[in-house]
């Protein structure tokens, strides 16, 4: 049973462009939403992640929107540029234990071209 | 600042034996995850350590045990080798079990190839 469901699987976008990749998630224990990138050979690195008691979260270029009703958040990448290009990867867990430790979408392979 | 350090990066093993992947964390944290990262897929969830307890466990078989050590580090264990054993095994620290706002880093992985 897929609990976080990520799409697109691959996302082509210009530069200068906006990336929304989009994650949905079954269980409303979740509590921690993170997103990270992963570039060929490397472990996941932690981007940015929000809390579902705020509907936005921003660090630089990398905004998180959360729609807690809907159980749904998505990363827009602003101002796209080619250093960008990875898999990034939605996930969720739970605080004080959650017993599946983060729970990761199958992932989006951003591509953005010059 | 060391970060997350795994042992071996690369190793082939053939059906039915046994591995062993090693884990350092990242200085200051006392909690080890191991997830197994097949190709073109997100990481799955292994299990976790806490003072040299596996404190929580993903769904994987018995043939997946780990340990840890009083210095944190970390091994994983994988018995009785498959082919779709076959994928990157991520080691990851944070700090204190159980609290998903701290920031979990990984490492950059064991590559494991069975044939």
């Known amino acids: 049973q897929q609990q976080v469901k990520q799409s697109p699987q691959s996302l082509i976008v210009q530069k200068g462009g906006i990336s929304i990749i989009n994650c949905a998630y079954e269980?409303?224990?979740?509590?921690?939403f993170p997103w990270y990138q992963q570039f060929p050979g490397k472990g996941p690195a932690l981007l940015i992640a929000?809390?579902?008691?705020?509907s936005e979260k921003k660090e630089g270029r990398f905004t998180i929107s959360f729609n807690k009703s809907a159980k749904q958040f998505s990363l827009h990448i602003m101002d796209s540029q080619p250093g960008d290009s990875a898999t990034y990867f939605c996930?969720?867990?739970?605080?004080?234990?959650?017993?599946?430790?983060?729970?990761f979408g199958k992932g989006t392979h951003l591509i953005i071209q010059p | 600042d060391a970060g997350v350090t795994q042992s071996p990066t690369h190793l082939i093993k053939t059906r039915g034996q046994q591995v062993t992947l090693r884990c350092s964390p990242k200085?200051?944290?006392?909690?080890v995850s191991w997830y197994q990262q097949a190709l073109g897929q997100g990481p799955q969830f292994i299990f976790q350590?806490?003072?040299?307890?596996?404190?929580q466990r993903g769904n994987f078989p018995d043939r997946f045990s780990g340990h840890q050590f009083p210095n944190y580090s970390s091994e994983l264990n994988v018995n009785a080798l498959l082919l779709g054993d076959s994928a990157l095994y991520l080691c990851?620290?944070?700090?204190?079990?159980?609290?998903?706002?701290?920031?979990?880093?990984f490492g950059e992985g064991s590559w494991l190839t069975v044939v």
């Open positions: 200085s200051g944290h006392d909690t």
């Open positions: 990851a620290s944070s700090l204190g079990q159980g609290y998903s706002g701290n920031t979990i880093y």
């Open positions: 996930a969720a867990s739970m605080v004080g234990g959650g017993a599946d430790g983060l729970t």
């Open positions: 929000i809390r579902p008691d705020v």
């Open positions: 350590y806490y003072e040299e307890e596996e404190r």
């Open positions: 269980n409303t224990a979740f509590d921690y």
